[in-house]
């Protein structure tokens, strides 16, 4: 009976060891992002019923791209204004999930929407995608220029699907916990697979944050990104607020 009270003993304190372990993951993990995440205004998020902004990207050799958004959160709707692979305008509206979505919207639109939100608001999407591993490695060397910062890695398991599958981003935060530079790998094969830029620029469209310069190179080419016009209507309001 000894020997089977010291061996429950040992499992309880084992498995009050996991969950502590658990819970301090848990709250390393939330403090760390939602620290960034608070920075770019998070907490007022749902006050802002559109977002519109336009991507833009050149990497000479490789890519470029303009890109016009109108995002609705609260409903997902989204309107979208482009070209195709042939160089074809592209205007549409859709919503999000819907599952009588068009191939081309499934297919080529909701993608570009999807990486193009994610250079918008990364911090808000590493806050919310609770199957990444987040991970504070402390003061680091930026990887552009001189000076260090906060290095947090986002990274999402190979096996979650999406478009984001195996990818890891490497945010590094200054005290303010505004994004300096980061370096984004890419889980698959698709190209670019390795992309280093700066995080500058910084305006407000009412609380959200946005940088909206990103210099840097993809896959050893040269890199600028940037994103323009960026408004929100804020709710009960029917009038855009500028990015300033």
Known sequence: MAKLGRLTVT??????????????WAQERATVIEQIAKAYGIDSFEQIDAVRYTWNVDIPGLFKASHVWQWEPKTNKVSYEGKD???KPVKVSYVRFDPNQPDAVKNEVEPAFVNDNYWLIFPFHAYWDKSATITDQGMKKLPMGAGSARL??????????GYTPGDTWDLYAGKDNRVQAF????GGDKKPSLVTATWTGYK?????????EHRGTADGKPLHLWISDVAVKMAG???????K
């Not at 947090?152 to 979650?160: M, R």
């Not at 309001?237 to 990015?243: E, G, H, V, Y």
């Open 204 to 212: 407000k469209a009412g609380p959200l944050l946005v940088s909206t």
């Open 11 to 24: 499992r309880s304190l084992l498995l009050g060891l996991l969950v502590f372990a658990a819970n301090c």
């Open 85 to 87: 692979k042939e160089g």
């Open 237 to 243: 309001s029917d009038k855009w607020m500028d990015a």
């Open 183 to 186: 370096v984004y790998h890419r």
């Open 152 to 161: 947090v890695s986002v990274k999402y398991p190979a096996e979650v699907g």
